[in-house]
């Protein structure tokens, strides 16, 4: 059974910096890509970031790059999202997704990859 574990989201100002983590149990870590993504009221849910297997790639949404580093520790399985210069925008609830198939995570296909709870981010003064 795979499950992923979200932590490390709350309340911080715009332009401080969060780190988020996703634990996963019950894969094999090192061969699945792993991504974040978030999901504001009223919204859609929406890619923010991806990192290949072998953390050699990782890929992000126009929205975070430069801001929002992904990183991941195969020996920990965990995946982590590094977001500085957080913005009021960039409130949402943060998600954990994982699969085989880097494509499927980076196009959102919602409904092939596997999940966390989530976790909330709010950036506000």
């Known amino acids: 059974q795979v499950r992923l574990v979200e932590s490390g989201g709350g309340l911080v100002q715009p332009g401080g910096s969060l780190r988020l983590s996703c634990v996963a149990s019950?894969?094999?870590?090192?061969?699945?890509?792993m991504g974040w993504f978030r999901q504001a009221p009223g919204k859609e849910r929406e890619f923010v970031a991806a990192i290949t297997w072998s953390a050699g790639n990782s890929y992000y949404a126009d929205a975070v790059k430069g801001r929002f580093t992904i990183s991941r520790d195969n020996a920990k399985n965990t995946v982590y999202l590094q977001m500085t210069s957080l913005k009021p925008e960039d409130t949402a609830v943060y998600y954990c997704?994982?699969?085989?198939?880097?494509?499927?995570?980076?196009?959102?296909?919602?409904?092939?990859?596997?999940w966390g709870q989530g976790t909330q981010v709010t950036v506000s003064s």
């Open positions: 997704a994982a699969s085989m198939s880097l494509v499927d995570i980076r196009s959102g296909k919602i409904d092939r990859l596997y």
């Open positions: 019950g894969v094999n870590f090192g061969r699945y890509a």
